[in-house]
């Protein structure tokens, strides 16, 4: 923002009363300078200018990409209707779940400009290190206690365990964006909490599930850091090294990450699907061995269980997150920012864990539910919140006043 200043003789200037004066000399109360106070600021942003459009083909990348959770939801219908459609997939696993999460990760690592993030990190440590705490203390204390409530195998309770353990997803960001929260706070904690999973998620994982199977938390640390670290980093570091590949590839680097993101989901859904149909199968028989559909019957097989296990685990992210935030002060924007985060886990990660580490394929269960339920759990929301206005105007008006002085 540039300003200019001109001089003139001041015998060429006409007299004027000092603005604020009243004709006995006294000063106008303050509350009538503001309204003057924005017109100067609004003026003053008007003068900037204006920020550059992108061309129109990366609107319709940057539109491609935000609709995630649709890639999802299909993905799991194909899953259904046709299983063999990923068995080109399945087969290489879990060599080709590791790498699909390496290319998401190294998606993001090229997208993120650690200058930024490191000022943000420095100018909001306490709402930042709040998220992140939040992340790794409510969602895994919940994924303990509904396993257990819900009566899931051990298996499966380990699976929602790992699930819940597991950073935030990248695509809290998008839904974040939707929501009118505060976006540069939601992904600085997608950065800090998966920087942060080498070692909580092996951590938390082995005190909450080595009451159930044998947990190696060294093996789940150096997996963690090959698959997520180690291509983030390698992502941001492509910035300097060769920066020209990097602006060239840029545009279509989050709608490439959120297809392999779906197709890993989908993979591990449809790998998973034929055991459920048994398990769906066994329960619709009664003890005399006579058909017993219906909702009972759904709920008693191992596909209810996780569903509604899942769902109860990222409502309970949702709300707590967002309750503790607002307990604790934040503003509305921070507190939907913070809720969606804490409520949207890296699934992808998970699967990449349970089907490297855990010889149950059930393990990997409720983290293939989560990509689908998550996301349309996390959209709902999104949009709902995009229709409810999260700013105060008071505040906007001391906010414009505070930074003019």
């Avoid at 990923?86 to 998401?104: D, K, N, Q, T």
């Avoid at 590839?249 to 990450?257: G, I, Y």
């Avoid at 969606?340 to 983290?367: D, K, R, W, Y």
Wanted: glycine share 8%; hydrophobic share 45%; charged share 15%.
């Amino acid at each position: 923002m540039s300003f200019g200043l001109s001089l003139r003789p001041l015998s060429s200037l006409p007299w004027r009363r000092p603005e604020g004066l009243l004709p006995s000399g006294r000063r106008r109360p303050s509350s009538s300078v503001v309204p003057r106070v924005a017109g100067i600021r609004a003026q003053q942003r008007s003068r900037e200018p204006p920020a550059p459009r992108r061309p129109g083909w990366e609107e319709v990348m940057v539109t491609a990409a935000s609709l995630y959770p649709l890639y999802v939801t299909a993905g799991g219908a194909v899953a259904c209707v046709k299983p063999s459609a990923f068995s080109w997939f399945v087969e290489r696993g879990p060599g080709s779940y590791s790498c699909a999460l390496g290319f998401i990760m190294l998606a993001m690592g090229i997208t993120l400009d650690l200058e930024d993030f490191f000022i943000l990190l420095a100018k909001r440590p306490l709402s930042i290190l709040f998220g992140c705490a939040a992340q790794y203390t409510i969602m895994p204390v919940f994924g303990a206690i509904i396993g257990k409530a819900m009566g899931l195998s051990p298996a499966l309770s380990v699976g929602l365990i790992l699930l819940a353990c597991c950073p935030g997803g990248t695509a809290s960001n998008v839904v974040t964006l939707i929501a009118q929260g505060d976006v540069p706070l939601s992904i600085v904690m997608t950065v800090c909490t998966t920087l942060s999973a080498v070692f909580l998620t092996p951590t938390l994982t082995k005190i909450l599930a080595g009451a159930y199977v044998p947990v190696d938390a060294v093996k789940l640390s150096i997996s963690t850091l090959q698959v997520v670290v180690a291509p983030l980093l390698l992502g941001s570091y492509m910035q300097k090294v060769v920066p020209d590949f990097v602006k060239v590839v840029t545009p279509f680097a989050p709608l490439l990450a959120v297809l392999a993101s779906s197709l890993l989901a989908s993979s591990v859904f449809s790998e998973n699907l034929v055991r459920l149909r048994q398990s769906m199968a066994a329960a619709s028989n009664g003890i005399d061995g006579v058909p017993n559909f219906g909702l009972k019957s759904f709920l008693s097989g191992d596909l209810g269980a996780v569903i509604i296990s899942v769902i109860l685990l990222h409502l309970a992210g949702y709300l707590v997150g967002y309750t503790s935030s607002a307990i604790c002060g934040y503003k509305e924007r921070q507190r939907r920012a913070i809720s969606i985060e804490v409520g949207m886990q890296n699934s992808s990660l998970g699967v990449v864990l349970a089907s490297s580490h855990f010889t149950s394929p059930l393990v990997s269960l409720p983290c293939a539910m989560s990509a689908v339920i998550m996301n349309i759990m996390g959209s709902t929301l999104g949009f709902i919140w995009r229709y409810v206005d999260p700013s105060d105007p008071p505040d906007r008006l001391s906010s414009d006043v505070d930074n003019s002085e």
